[in-house]
């Protein structure tokens, strides 16, 4: 099946500072990505979805400008949650999409902001 | 009134017994549906995917889509202490890449 990988796995950061997630598409062509957000025992929560090579599509509430998203290739896109703060800690997938195809998931980031 | 209803559960089971999941919703445009897998602190994994009424098997796995209900449902049998996860029902419309999820059931199976 088709794999999809982030980067990192898990972060601790300082509160204040800016934190870069990685998703790739390791064995397709990925035009859609997309962004989620899980609480403990809570199903996922769309964030945000990109097509490679054009600016993202924000769902309503969340901050384009607290959660920047950029596809920079079929197999590449990066989240950047800016200015951190203890309640952005969460975990988050991101999950790739072929043409005409479904979604697969990666296997998450943990992030923690002290 | 949610789009997707799922029991969360949780749900226990020992070894060997017939676990069987279950969704209902309410939109009658979703026309694909699927099945993840998540293991704790673990992105979801897809197990499933249907896009017809009727039931869809792929080894213990057997996915059962009733349009005219609007009700999907998971079984698996000769469940395994491996089984135990979150299972996850998702579904979107025809042309729309968006999926909307359930809120998963938490699967343990008793060795």
């Known amino acids: 099946g088709a794999v999809v990988s982030q980067h990192p796995s898990r972060v601790i950061c300082k509160s204040g500072t800016s934190v870069k997630i990685e998703c790739r598409s390791l064995?397709?062509?990925?035009?859609?990505m997309f962004w989620y957000r899980q609480f403990p025992k809570q199903s996922l929560m769309l964030m945000a979805t990109?097509?490679?090579?054009?600016?993202?599509?924000?769902e309503q509430g969340v901050e384009k400008d607290k959660f920047l998203i950029n596809h920079a290739s079929l197999t590449l896109s990066t989240l950047t949650v800016t200015s951190a703060h203890p309640e952005d800690s969460s975990f988050y997938i991101c999950?790739?999409?072929?043409?005409?195809?479904?979604?697969?998931f990666g296997p998450g980031t943990r992030l923690l902001v002290l | 009134q949610k789009e997707v209803e799922q029991d969360p559960g949780p749900l226990s089971v020992p070894e060997g017994a017939i676990v069987s999941l279950n969704c209902t919703y309410s939109?009658?445009?979703?026309?694909?549906f699927m099945w993840y897998r998540q293991y704790s602190r673990k992105g979801p994994e897809l197990l499933m995917y249907?896009?017809?009424?009727g039931n869809k098997e792929d080894g213990r796995f057997t996915a059962q889509v009733d349009k005219s209900s609007k009700y999907i449902s998971l079984f698996i049998r000769d469940s395994q202490p491996s089984d135990s996860a979150t299972y996850l029902c998702?579904?979107?419309?025809?042309?729309?890449?968006?999926?909307?999820f359930g809120a998963g059931t938490t699967v343990t199976v008793r060795a």
């Open positions: 999950s790739a999409q072929a043409l005409g195809e479904t979604q697969y």
């Open positions: 064995d397709f062509q990925a035009t859609t």
């Open positions: 990109s097509n490679e090579g054009s600016k993202a599509t924000y």
């Open positions: 939109n009658s445009a979703f026309q694909y």
């Open positions: 249907t896009y017809s009424s």
């Open positions: 998702a579904m979107s419309r025809i042309n729309d890449y968006k999926l909307s």
